[in-house]
């Protein structure tokens, strides 16, 4: 496989990271569980959580795992949950993390699963929104970049497991 195009560089993702944190903290305060979808979300997570953390959060990360793209480049099938919140979040102010977000599915499930483990509050952070194929009312909070309908790889993001170690996301056209 050849290296992908570079869609958005390492210094632009860096940059727009710091700023998402501080609007973050600015509206949501600075007490949080960070709730990464894995496994695309962990580069993307790892780096806001840090930067989060230089402008005064404590955030508590809890991972949860949704799949529904397996080894194609598109949702095969409605997100399942796999892995949970390993306990209750009564009361508190989550943070969902995710690489991207198309259709809108992951990120309704992960809000649904969220909200059934007592948040008080959820605010969503992606890395990358294509939202030309949104398909249901759910939209992000917070997103570092807008693209369009492109597959996304690159910066925990992947293609049937392989590239998520670029420091980039890249494009495969």
């Known amino acids: 496989m050849s290296a992908p195009?570079?869609?958005?560089?390492?210094?632009?993702?860096?940059?727009?990271?710091?700023?998402?944190?501080?609007?973050?903290?600015?509206?949501?305060?600075?007490?949080?569980?960070?709730?990464p979808v894995m496994t695309g979300?962990?580069?993307?997570?790892?780096?806001?959580?840090?930067a989060l953390w230089r402008r005064g959060a404590a955030v508590e990360v809890m991972a949860i795992r949704l799949r529904s793209y397996g080894a194609a480049r598109s949702a095969q099938s409605a997100p399942q949950l796999t892995m949970p919140l390993d306990k209750r979040i009564d009361g508190r102010t989550a943070l969902?993390?995710?690489?991207?977000?198309?259709?809108?599915?992951?990120?309704?499930?992960?809000?649904?699963?969220?909200?059934?483990?007592?948040?008080?509050?959820?605010?969503?952070a992606v890395l990358v929104d294509k939202p030309v194929k949104r398909g249901v009312p759910a939209r992000p909070d917070y997103v570092g970049f807008t693209a369009d309908d492109l597959?996304?790889?690159g910066y925990g993001m992947d293609a049937g497991g392989a590239l998520r170690h670029l420091p980039y996301v890249g494009v495969i056209r």
Do not use: P, Y
């Open 41 to 50: 979300a962990m580069v993307f997570a790892a780096d806001l959580i840090r």
């Open 151 to 153: 597959f996304v790889v």
């Open 5 to 35: 195009d570079v869609l958005f560089s390492a210094a632009e993702i860096n940059d727009r990271i710091d700023a998402l944190a501080e609007a973050i903290v600015a509206d949501m305060g600075s007490d949080l569980v960070a709730v």
């Open 96 to 124: 969902l993390v995710d690489g991207v977000c198309d259709v809108g599915h992951t990120l309704e499930a992960a809000q649904a699963h969220l909200k059934d483990m007592g948040a008080a509050r959820i605010a969503s």
